[in-house]
């Protein structure tokens, strides 16, 4: 297993030798606009025009909750679009993450970045708008990346 590393920064600069994949959590009613996705979009403008296009094709295509869009922004780096979120706010309590959904497209990060021998950055995902929290997410990214030795940083805004 290797260890994930903790930064300061910002994960829109992966700081990465080689390949890197920047992931990050979206939601499943198309909506783009708030949280990480306003750093991404201000870097490049791929990622949301992919997302919305996956969205408005989604009769046809995989879009929803435990899949997984990866957008190639420069020759050595891919934006991970992942669905893990049920709309965009907390209802009867309950916050918009889904755990499982997180873990699906977990698992399919991890293949893309052991073909693509790349690794992984993202901020704490799930844990802003998506109202998760991060002691819920860290095993499932211990369990479906770092233990296929896939090198993972995790970046903490200043």
């Known amino acids: 297993m290797t260890e994930i590393i ?21 939601n499943d009613l198309g909506r783009w606009g708030k949280g990480f996705v306003v750093g991404v979009s201000a870097r490049w403008k791929q990622p949301e025009l992919a997302y919305r296009d996956w969205y408005k094709r989604r009769e046809f295509n995989d879009f929803g909750l435990g899949a997984v869009q990866f957008v190639q ?49 993202m901020p704490r995902i799930g844990c802003g708008l998506a109202g998760g929290t991060w002691n819920r997410i860290e095993p499932l990214i211990r369990a479906r990346v770092s233990s296929r030795h896939i090198g993972v940083v995790v970046y903490d805004l200043e």
């Open 6 to 26: 903790y930064r300061t920064g910002d994960a829109t600069v992966p700081k990465a030798d080689g390949s890197a994949i920047i992931a990050h959590i979206c």
């Open 73 to 121: 922004v420069a020759p050595d780096v891919h934006v991970a679009n992942m669905i893990g979120q049920h709309g965009i706010r907390s209802s009867g309590g309950g916050a918009p993450i889904r755990y499982e959904a997180v873990d699906r497209a977990l698992e399919k990060l991890a293949e893309f970045a052991a073909a693509s021998n790349a690794s992984v950055h």
